[in-house]
């Protein structure tokens, strides 16, 4: 099955993001072949920063200001789901002051780009345990997904605090204190039980995923719902990660024959 076909039962978008036709021009790939959910690796802050001579913060403040221009185009596109990975469960490890640096950015991130999503009409989600966050940045979260929650556009998910094991450790726990309850047998467990306890229920599971800054490792993103996700590594840093580069990754996947496991028919 190709890119296409898959998503030829997509369902026309309600409202005409702006753009479309000049960005849909632009990429030369027909609408039927574009990904309904991207998800990316905002990898290379701290590298590209350095390549500067600059400090890693530098990298972090470039690296959010490019979130704007990628979200505004894959809104333009009419995706219908952009995730990102902002903050890790795992990058606790890092300095208090880079940890303080990237909370505070996000803080500022969400207050500044609230009108921005609004204009695009662009539905804010957080994935990710709230335990552990910012009483002030829990309030910019819950605040940015109130306002936007009546959009009917893309769907910008955002990972802050975000574990893929931690999220299947959380459905896990859940399924079992239903089981435990008497709602649901064992036996009655399947694959979609599963998802439909994760953060991302009801969502699509991404189609294409995209790390920038060369690294070859997945790092605890999203493990269950990238089974059979396109892949997509690119040197370019994520300071530097273009409208342009975003093109070149969603022509790349407008040629990759999917298969989930099947073996296509000849001429497929
Ligand atoms: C990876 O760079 C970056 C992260 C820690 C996550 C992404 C964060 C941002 C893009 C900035 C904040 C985002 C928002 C939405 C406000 P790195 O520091 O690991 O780079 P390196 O591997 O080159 O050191």
Not at 62 to 89: K, P
Not at 142 to 151: E, I, L
Not at 191 to 197: C, F, M
Request: hydrophobic share 40%.
């Amino acid at each position: 099955m190709t890119a296409s076909q898959k998503n030829s039962e997509k369902a026309p978008a309600a409202a005409a993001a702006p753009g479309f036709e000049q960005s849909l021009a632009r990429l030369g790939v027909t609408a039927e072949s574009l990904p309904r959910h991207v998800a990316i690796i905002m990898d290379g802050n701290g590298r590209w920063a350095r390549a500067q001579g600059k400090p890693r913060i530098f990298g972090h403040e470039q690296g959010a200001a490019n979130v704007r221009q990628i979200v505004t185009e894959c809104a333009a596109l009419r995706l219908d789901m952009l995730t990102l990975y902002a903050f890790s469960t795992e990058n606790w490890l890092r300095s208090r002051s880079e940890v303080d640096f990237l909370m505070d950015l996000l803080l500022r991130f969400l207050a500044a780009e609230r009108q921005t999503m609004m204009q695009n009409n662009v539905r804010f989600m957080p994935l990710g345990r709230r335990e552990g966050l910012d009483k002030r940045v829990l309030e910019e979260v819950d605040r940015t997904q109130r306002d936007t929650a009546g959009n009917t556009g893309l769907t910008l998910a955002l990972a802050i605090n975000y574990g893929a094991r931690a999220e299947i450790t959380d459905a896990v726990r859940a399924i079992a204190e239903k089981v435990q309850r008497g709602e649901l047998r064992p036996g009655d467990i399947e694959p979609e039980t599963i998802s439909a306890h994760l953060y991302t229920a009801g969502h699509p599971d991404p189609d294409l995923l995209i790390r920038t800054a060369a690294e070859m490792r997945i790092s605890n993103f999203l493990l269950w719902q990238i089974s059979y996700a396109e892949l997509y590594v690119t040197d370019v840093c994520w300071p530097q990660f273009s409208v342009e580069e975003l093109h070149k990754a969603l022509r790349a996947y407008a040629h990759r024959t999917r298969k989930f496991g099947d073996v296509p028919a000849p001429g497929k």
